[in-house]
């Protein structure tokens, strides 16, 4: 075979063989995770805390905090928590310290707005909230007859209202299903008919940390620190 037939049978093979390669395409984005509409989730740091020091300490406390949120898009979501507890110390005879039984239902009300959108939630956020706390307080108390002192039991109904933000950070798990979210906060509102001061530690987690009953101005920290929770 002649050179100038060689040629042609070669560039004739070469072009059939590029037809029949496929074209190259540019990578094609990764799709993004599925939003996870639902979450749930617990408080486990200060009120699981109170509740096992409450046994070296004098004073009966026990707390169910849960939590929940739907996402309303890639950058927010509601949420609402309620935490309700019973607290009791003895009051031994001193009816000037703080003693009696106390049983609270906390219920928060919160919209978080992430800078970053994105699916699961995760990075910074920022959420205020509003949130009320209903009382019941159960104590002895002193009172003065003509000819001598006597001890009666006086039962009080209280509520509070607060407004406030929380910042945190959500971590998602590998799968996207779990997440801790470490936070902190800072809220101030009022308090009507409930024994606790402007800030109260014990006041705020529903124990009986005051002596006198009244209506002030308070400030609270969230001392609760992270969640621990899951999505759906």
């Known amino acids: ?136 307080d159960r104590r002895p108390v002193r009172t003065y007859g003509p000819s001598r002192a006597s001890i009666e039991m006086r039962t009080d109904d209280g509520v509070q209202a607060t407004a406030g933000v929380n910042v945190g950070y959500r971590l998602v798990s590998r799968h996207g299903a779990g997440f801790v979210e470490p936070m902190v906060g800072l809220s101030a509102g009022y308090s009507w008919n409930q024994r606790r001061k402007a800030f109260d530690f014990g006041g705020q987690y529903g124990g009986p940390h005051g002596t006198r009953l009244g209506d002030r101005a308070i400030w609270e920290v969230n001392l609760d620190f992270f969640r621990l929770g899951l999505t759906f």
Do not use: H
């Open 1 to 136: 075979m002649s050179r100038p037939l060689l040629l042609a049978a070669v560039l004739f093979t070469s072009a059939a063989r590029a037809s029949n390669t496929p074209p190259i395409e540019a990578d094609s984005p990764r799709p993004e995770d599925p939003r996870r509409t639902f979450s749930v989730w617990l408080l486990p740091m200060t009120y699981g805390s109170l509740t096992l020091g409450s046994v070296a300490g004098g004073m009966r406390y026990l707390a169910i905090p849960l939590g929940m949120g739907m996402r309303l898009s890639n950058s927010t979501a509601v949420s609402l928590e309620l935490a309700g507890s019973t607290s009791s110390r003895d009051c031994a005879g001193e009816m000037e310290k703080a003693c009696g039984t106390v049983k609270s239902l906390r219920v928060t009300a919160g919209l978080a707005w992430w800078p970053r959108p994105n699916p699961l939630g995760r990075g910074l956020y920022v959420q205020p909230n509003v949130g009320a706390m209903m009382t019941r």
